[in-house]
């Protein structure tokens, strides 16, 4: 158990629900019927983090993650299972949890400092850290219920840090933070994990997850689809979610049965070819590398503007040679292809695109036309085919494609008409990628020169 920081057996979690709330009383008041439904958002959760390792916990709204993480930290009891914990926790849970509203930041301090077992004169021996650290001036003393979001989360997270834990415990929260905060906190999290602190963060932020994390875990249904690494969770992760619903217990079961074996200490889970290939001493994924098209990649967040005389439709990508793709290359070209339909005629007609990352941060885009030099006008009823050749100089991961129409109406600029997560495509990782990050592929090529060494001519 020593090298073993948490330790989950068999646990299973069951909430009663009630159709109305009387209900819950007529069961109080009348024991031996009960009128609740069972929901199990747990079932039979087998998982051992060892000492010293960053977890990442993902799965979609309402896959049991929380509920999971309540049960680590006690809050919660199991219904099933048995739970080990080995080491001082400190959690930092979904916004609400351990504050009270009513007290204000300094009040909270203390009153979370004790609940985390710290004693009262090391609280005031860490305060001004504590309040240096979460930066919210004046508001220290100013009740919590006044707070933003971002401002609880900066006194949350910098009360939660300062009691020197052996397990720290992130759930989602940061995510409310400013992005200077968010990069604060990560800094922080990253020297805890190397003094050997084991960490469990749930992120719904696949480079987070990514960058943070040396394993993850796929909790999906309350169940625990797959341990591995996090970059294979994470596209297994987005499989799911993108997946229709009468295919996604196929794929489900397509994860379940994968295999699981340990390599160098890392659980990874593999399928029949990747273990063979594995075995054959490689470590790249063959099946990862082709381009090709899934049908069920596809957007589930479009969204068009209402349209102000032209329709924008059938976004999608292809190969320079006309092949539809949405698994796409690094370092290749394509083609973003859509159609527009104009409804009435339109000047000063410009077509624009955008590629985003998955938290809709802009990664660059291009108009057909410069803003001074725009299309003089396009007649009612026209119909085109409009087409953005790129270069693809992103790192592996998934992107997403906006689509636009400028035009002039009443003299000024405006959307005609835009769709929004219009196309999607993931760009795949290739062998020995493991090395790169963020989102633009810069072509980096790193050298290594020693200072004594002898030039030759
Ligand atoms: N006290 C409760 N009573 C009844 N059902 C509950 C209770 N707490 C959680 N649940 C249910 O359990 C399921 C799992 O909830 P949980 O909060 O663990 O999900 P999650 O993975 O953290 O989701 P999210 O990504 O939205 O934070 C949900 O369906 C939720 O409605
Ligand atoms: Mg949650």
Redesign the pocket.
């Known amino acids: 158990m020593s090298e073993i920081a948490i330790s989950l057996k068999n646990v299973s979690k069951c ?1 009663k ?1 009630y159709a109305r709330p009387v209900d819950r009383l007529k069961e109080l008041l009348l024991p031996g019927k009960s009128r609740a439904d069972e ?1 199990w ?1 747990l079932r039979d959760i087998n998982l051992e983090v060892p000492k010293g390792q960053a977890l990442g916990i993902v ?10 993480l309540q049960i680590i930290v006690k809050t919660i009891t199991p219904t099933t299972g048995e739970i080990r914990v080995n080491g001082r926790i400190s959690a930092l849970l ?1 916004l609400g949890s351990g504050f009270n509203p009513e007290f204000t930041g300094r009040q909270n301090v203390f009153f979370n400092g004790r609940l985390l077992g710290l004693e009262r004169k090391d609280i005031e021996a860490k305060f001004d850290e504590i309040a240096g650290f979460a930066d919210i001036s004046d508001f220290m003393e100013q009740p919590v219920k006044t707070y933003s979001s971002g401002m609880f989360v900066r006194l949350a997270f910098a009360v939660a840090i300062s009691v020197e834990p052996d397990i720290f415990i992130v759930d ?1 929260a940061l995510a409310v933070g400013d992005e200077a905060f968010q990069r604060k906190c990560f800094g922080r999290i990253q020297a805890l994990q190397e003094r050997g602190v084991t960490i469990l963060f749930v992120s719904h932020s696949a480079p987070s997850v990514i960058g943070l994390c040396s394993s993850a875990v796929l ?1 999906d249904k309350g169940e625990n689809l797959l341990v591995s690494t996090p970059k294979k969770v994470i596209s297994n992760y987005q499989k799911l979610i993108y997946a229709p619903v009468d295919e996604a217990e196929k794929i489900r079961e397509k994860i379940r049965n994968g295999r699981h074996f340990i390599k160098n200490d890392i659980v990874l889970e593999a399928s029949q070819e990747e273990l063979e290939y594995l075995n054959s001493s490689q470590t790249k994924a063959v099946d990862d590398f082709h381009e090709t098209y899934d049908p069920n990649f596809i957007p589930k967040s479009t969204l068009s503007y209402v349209s102000c005389g032209a329709l924008i439709e059938k976004p999608y990508v292809t190969t320079i040679e006309g092949r539809r793709v949405n698994v796409i290359k690094r370092r290749k070209e394509y083609i973003y292809t859509y159609s527009v339909k104009f409804l009435k005629k339109i000047h000063g007609v410009r077509f624009g695109m955008v590629i985003k990352t998955i938290e809709g941060f802009e990664l660059g885009g291009a108009a057909s036309h410069s803003i001074d030099n725009p299309i003089e006008y396009i007649d009612q009823g026209k119909e085109l085919q409009v087409k953005f050749r790129f270069y693809c100089s992103l790192q592996p991961g998934v992107y997403f494609l906006n689509a636009g129409i400028l035009g002039r109406l009443n003299h000024s600029e405006v959307f005609i008409h835009r769709l929004v997560d219009a196309a999607m495509f993931r760009v795949q990782p290739e062998e020995s990628d493991t090395s790169r990050s963020g989102y633009v592929d810069f072509c980096v090529e790193s050298q290594i020169l020693s200072f004594n060494c002898v030039m030759e001519e």
């Open positions: 909430f629900r929901f958002a799965g979609r709204n309402g896959s049991g993650k929380s509920t999971l979904e989602e909790i």
